[in-house]
C-alpha cells in the first residue's frame, strides 16, 4: 500500500455521504460507541500508528458493527488517518488483504506507521 493510494479512500465522512444502505444504522452505531479506559490503549500498544486503512461494504453487518468501534479509537487523534475503501469498488486493495489468502472477507483493518509500514492487520472473523 503506497500513501498516495491510501489517500485515495474515503474519509469517514465521505463514506457515510456514500452509503446507499444502513446509514441511519451505522451512524446511530457510531453515535452510541462508546470506549472502555483499556479501548483507548489499542493504539498505543501497536506504536506509532499514523493511518488506518479500512475495507468495507455498507450492507455488511459485521462492518456495521465493527467500523464504528475503530472509528472511534481514531476519532480524537489528529495525527492519525483512517480511510474507507468500499471493497467491491477496490478489489486491488481488498487482495492485498486475503483472508488466509483466498477470500475477499470484509471488514479489514490495516495500521501503518509513517512511512506506511504495516503495524498491524484484523480481518474479519466470525464466532465459530
Not at 456514500?18 to 441511519?24: A, I, T
Not at 444504522?25 to 470506549?35: K, Q, S
Not at 500498544?45 to 481514531?74: H, I
Amino acid at each position: 500500500m503506497t500513501k498516495e493510494r491510501f489517500e485515495q479512500g474515503m474519509t469517514l465522512a465521505q463514506y457515510i455521504d456514500h452509503m446507499s444502505v444502513n446509514r441511519e444504522r451505522f451512524v446511530e452505531a457510531l453515535d452510541e460507541t462508546t470506549l472502555e479506559p483499556e479501548d483507548t490503549r489499542v493504539l498505543a500498544r501497536l506504536g506509532a500508528v499514523r493511518r488506518v486503512l479500512v475495507l468495507t461494504e455498507d450492507w455488511c453487518g459485521t462492518c456495521l458493527a465493527q467500523v464504528p468501534y475503530v472509528a472511534k479509537l481514531v476519532e480524537g487523534h489528529a495525527n492519525i488517518e483512517m480511510r474507507l475503501f468500499p471493497r467491491d469498488l477496490n478489489l486491488d486493495v481488498m487482495d492485498q488483504y486475503l483472508k488466509k489468502g483466498l477470500y475477499r472477507s470484509i471488514p479489514v483493518f490495516v495500521f501503518f506507521d509513517e512511512r506506511m509500514n504495516e503495524v498491524a492487520r484484523f480481518i474479519e472473523s466470525r464466532p465459530a
